[in-house]
């Protein structure tokens, strides 16, 4: 069945690839974001695939942007939410304003969005949620906390939205991901990690898909792509592995 899928953050990185995906799949798209000329890029791909796609500038950074995107979406059977950014400094070295953007954008607006679609979706007994958190949810991280916070709240989020709605159709999944090839750490002013980061413990923006697409079907509400972060989530929040991680991510 033709689905209409609603894609935040979809001019680059890992939303970009859900692009891909559902339009491969014979999906209508609505994508959202605040780079119109890269939405507008991302649109004429899809559309040379034959897929219908419409795009939606807005900041969802702010309540406004969020309400405008519910207003002007349309029906919604699929609602991807990966719009984000990432963040490390020190405390009190950031501007204040920012990191309440930051927290709105990754948390309380994820919500609000879905206090707008979801009830639709329980109305017709079908559809999907999926919220790209990250495996900072399940760590905490030095010069970055504010970040691993919001996505604390989302992973968290996704798990008490499934108890409510599993049983009427609908399935949610949080992907936590680790470090993943995109722009977004280069946006951020964190390059070096490009570098100091060894190369096994990257992922791609296909595989945070992949993944995803597979928990959806086995209907795990939490999951971790690839095997190495799997593999080391138990012990993440040990002395050891925080050491390790501030050694390899220093500049």
Not at 56 to 76: N, R, T, W
Not at 90 to 104: C, V
Not at 131 to 141: E, H, Q, R
Not at 218 to 240: C, D, E, N
């Amino acid at each position: 069945m033709r689905k209409r899928v609603l894609i935040t953050g979809a001019a680059s990185g890992i939303g970009e690839a859900f692009v891909y995906w559902y339009a491969d799949n014979g999906n209508d798209l609505v994508l959202v974001g605040r780079n119109k000329s890269e939405l507008d890029r991302v649109a004429f791909e899809v559309r040379s695939r034959d897929v219908h796609a419409e795009v939606i500038v807005a900041d969802l950074a702010h309540k406004s942007g969020v309400e405008s995107v519910g207003s002007q979406c349309g029906v919604i059977d699929v609602l991807v939410m990966n719009a984000g950014v990432t963040h490390a400094a020190k405390i009190g070295a950031s501007d204040r304003d920012q990191l309440d953007e930051l927290a709105y954008l990754m948390s309380a607006g994820v919500v609000r969005l879905s206090e707008i679609l979801v009830p639709h979706m329980v109305e017709r007994g079908r559809g999907d949620v999926v919220i790209v958190s990250s495996v900072a949810a399940f760590t905490p991280m030095q010069k970055a906390g504010p970040y691993a916070a919001a996505k604390t709240y989302a992973t968290s989020y996704a798990q008490s939205l499934s108890l409510e709605v599993k049983d009427k159709g609908v399935r949610v999944v949080a992907v936590c991901p680790g470090y993943v090839r995109t722009d977004l750490h280069r946006r951020a002013g964190l390059d070096h990690l490009i570098e100091s980061v060894p190369g096994w413990m990257w992922l791609t923006p296909q595989d945070i898909v992949r993944a995803t697409v597979r928990a959806l079907d086995r209907r795990k509400i939490v999951v971790v792509p690839g095997l190495v972060y799997r593999m080391a989530l138990p012990f993440l929040s040990s002395s050891f592995a925080q050491r390790l991680w501030r050694r390899i991510t220093r500049r």
